[in-house]
């Protein structure tokens, strides 16, 4: 899964590796340690908190605000999936699961299957 620029999903990778090896580190030296000392509503909170920014960014059309609130946005997000133990290339799976298939489809298919199992979605 190539990018422009040169980059592509091991960047991913390699966030995901930093984040790992910062996790026990120094609340007090390094900011993701931090986060996973404050626990999970804590990097839920930031969660929303980049959500809601780069939500502004889009509003304003701000292309560089867009791409730096998305980065934090992201960066985040993927704290929460080490959370959990779940690794960037499980997204990136899904994702690639989905090409092709069209997004009404797709969220009809997820109804149907909470449906099943009992959960509305």
């Known amino acids: 899964m190539k ?10 990778a ?4 930093v984040i790992e090896a ?3 580190a120094d609340p ?3 900011y993701v340690a931090r986060l996973f000392a404050r626990g999970q509503d804590a990097i839920l909170k930031k969660i ?3 959500a809601t920014e780069t ?5 304003d059309g701000a292309p560089e605000r867009i791409v730096s609130e998305v ?3 992201w960066f985040h ?10 690794r960037p290339e499980a997204v990136l799976a899904e994702l690639e699961r989905r090409a092709g298939t069209s997004g009404l489809d797709e969220k009809a298919s997820r109804k149907a299957a909470g449906r099943d199992a009992g959960n509305d979605i």
């Open 3 to 12: 990018a422009s620029a040169g980059h592509d999903d091991s960047t991913l």
């Open 14 to 17: 390699r966030l995901a590796d």
């Open 22 to 24: 910062r996790r026990g």
């Open 28 to 30: 007090e030296r390094s």
């Open 48 to 50: 929303g908190e980049e």
């Open 55 to 59: 939500v502004l960014a889009a509003k």
């Open 71 to 73: 980065a934090d946005l």
């Open 77 to 86: 997000c993927m704290i929460a999936l080490a959370l959990h133990g779940v």
